[in-house]
């Protein structure tokens, strides 16, 4: 350091400058002068500047205080830094020259622009740059700098976000297994997506998509039954699915109707089974219309009700359910391919099969039998169908019974009844659509108890199997 007080002679810098060549070498003193200039220097000492301030301030504008903090950060961070001239509060002039240990001085070049000598080229020297230091940002800015990036950086994530929710839109989703009680319906021939809207409806899933994303992954899915299903209030789409695979969640009560049955007997069976009261199953009985009975059968009820076991459901009518049996009828003659025209007769001629065959085996015989006799004009002369008549039930008649004129009697009228006399089952419709092959005009049933009959082509064969018969009733009175 080297100062000259103020009030020293306008010209003093010769003096000061050999002082500091003398203190600092020549090549060093080289950089002194290339940095600050030695006519801006005397100039300023010689207060030609007249805008500047009456206290002087270092040529950096840094306060005079800073100056050895100025001077510690620059060589931390410029290695290129050589010394300064700064003049003190009384106007005296004094030289800091600090000596840094770089390994590379005094190597020509440098990394910045103006070619300057040495170190200096990498700070600019007198070809590029002005030299002087960069100001320091202050923490409080480099703090607001700091908050503003981050806000820009949430602003944007947010908006993001908000943007791809709206491309891409999550499916509302209740979580768990909900709660109370929700029934609802499955109709027949309901896609999944049918199903997740009535899920929709009942508020028992938020959106449709978890479920039938659940539907996809499950096999299991495709074989949901229509019916009603005892499900909760704001399930997941996962728990709503897991409880329609559940067959404990179905509300139904199952009725089983067998074959042969009159429509009198159906009716009594489903309001036992069902707590339906029979005043209500007999008057949906007399609107066929609304049953969905076909024209050809000529609003006769009877043979219609196909035999089967059904699902009753809660809310279910007694028109509903006597309507789903009426479908099952026309679903199997469909099937077998009948046509309109025949379906009364086939009907009427199955229900007979149905109440006289003795087993499975022996219907397609029995409606040989029939077909034989209708063929050559031959009365069918048949117990059931005048039991039938006289609202009686049994294997045997009386001559008042088979007196009665209906036109049911098939003792008194030849060819087949106006209409059925039970409610055959697909078997007994499959055996008049084929019945057996052969020559028989005759049978009876010898054992009711195991159902044997026995078949025959002449009236002699047939009165000793009529003995077998008679011999069974004394062995069994009362029947």
Do not use: C
């Not at 049996?325 to 099937?335: H, Q």
């Amino acid at each position: 350091v080297t100062r000259l007080p103020a009030g020293h002679p306008s010209e003093p810098l010769p003096e000061l400058a050999t002082e500091v060549h003398a203190a600092v070498g020549a090549d060093r003193f080289d950089d002194v002068e290339d940095d600050h200039g030695w006519q801006a220097a005397s100039a300023r000492h010689r207060g030609e500047f007249d805008d500047e301030p009456e206290h002087h301030e270092h040529v950096d504008a840094h306060p005079h205080e800073e100056h050895d903090d100025h001077l510690h950060d620059d060589h931390l961070h410029d290695d290129h830094a050589a010394g300064s001239m700064v003049f003190d509060e009384t106007g005296g002039l004094e030289v800091v020259v600090i000596d840094d240990h770089d390994d590379h001085d005094g190597h020509d070049g440098g990394s910045g622009g103006g070619g300057g000598r040495g170190r200096r080229g990498g700070r600019g020297g007198r070809g590029g740059g002005s030299g002087r230091r960069r100001k320091r940002r202050g923490p409080i800015t480099i703090v607001l700098s700091l908050l503003v990036l981050v806000g820009l950086v949430a602003g944007i994530g947010i908006g993001g976000k908000a943007l791809w929710d709206q491309l891409n839109p999550v499916a509302e989703d209740y979580t768990g297994t909900g709660t109370g009680e929700v029934d609802v319906r499955v109709e027949e021939g309901d896609s999944l997506r049918a199903i997740a809207a009535t899920l929709v409806d009942a508020d028992v899933i938020a959106s449709s998509d978890p479920f039938e994303e659940a539907a996809d992954a499950n096999p299991a899915a495709t074989g949901i039954q229509p019916g009603v299903y005892r499900l909760r209030s704001q399930m997941s789409g996962q728990a709503a699915l897991d409880l329609l695979l559940d067959p404990a969640s179905r509300q139904v009560s199952k009725v089983t109707i067998p074959e042969g049955l009159t429509q009198v007997q159906i009716l009594d069976r489903l309001a036992e089974q069902t707590g339906m009261p029979l005043a209500d199953l007999q008057a949906a009985a007399a609107d066929t219309a609304a049953l969905g009975l076909p024209p050809y059968a000529n609003g006769v009820l009877e043979g219609w009700l196909f035999p089967a076991t059904y699902d009753i459901e809660p809310g279910d009518t007694p028109a509903t359910v006597l309507s789903e049996m009426v479908a099952g009828a026309v679903r199997v003659l469909d099937e077998l391919q009948v046509p309109e025209a025949e379906r009364l007769a086939v009907l009427t001629e199955a229900s007979i099969v149905q109440a006289e065959a003795g087993s499975v085996e022996d219907m397609g015989m029995v409606a040989r039998v029939l077909d034989n006799r209708l063929a050559i004009g031959m009365p069918l002369q048949l117990d059931t169908t005048v039991n039938y008549a006289n609202g009686k039930s049994g294997v045997t008649t009386t001559a008042e019974d088979r007196a009665n004129p209906s036109p049911y009697n098939t003792y008194a009228n030849p060819g087949l009844p106006p209409g059925a006399i039970s409610n055959p089952g697909e078997d007994a419709l499959r055996a008049v659509q084929n019945p057996t092959p052969g020559d028989w005009l005759f049978f009876v049933v010898v054992d009711p108890d195991t159902g044997e009959t026995r078949f025959a082509a002449t009236k002699e064969e047939h009165d000793a199997n009529v003995l077998l018969f008679q011999q069974w009733l004394r062995d069994n009175p009362g029947n």
